[in-house]
């Protein structure tokens, strides 16, 4: 598990189950129901680095699109709709990719 001794399988499960219908995402309540915004500075950087699966130093738009399966395999891809207003949300500098320090204050949003 990917995220093992950060976050608990059961709330990992939780947040996907809870967003399992398709446009149903809202980062916010997956990180909270996730445990992830409780967490410290350098567990949501441990998060971070797991999302960026190319290890760019950034998370792009077709990593944002495979996000939930970061947390669960058998989880769906996030919608193009999902996926674009995700981006927005955390792309504070307008580079079309979202760095670490801007996941971090999406975590904490």
């Given amino acids: ?4 001794g950060i976050l608990k399988d059961e709330d990992i499960a939780a947040a996907i189950k809870d967003c399992a219908a398709a446009d149903s995402f809202n980062y ?4 909270a129901k996730a445990g992830l915004s409780a967490k410290s500075s350098d567990d949501i950087k441990k ?6 699966q190319d290890k760019s130093g950034f998370i792009e738009e077709d990593e944002l699109k495979l996000f939930l399966q ?7 891809a996030l919608t193009d ?10 792309d504070s500098d307008g580079d079309g990719k979202i760095g670490v320090d801007e996941f971090a204050s999406l975590v904490k949003a």
């Fill in 1 to 4: 598990m990917a995220f093992a």
């Fill in 28 to 31: 916010k309540t997956f990180f």
């Fill in 47 to 52: 998060a971070f680095f797991v999302i960026d």
């Fill in 70 to 76: 970061n947390f669960s395999a058998g989880a769906r």
């Fill in 81 to 90: 709709a999902e996926t674009k207003a995700f981006l927005a949300a955390g």
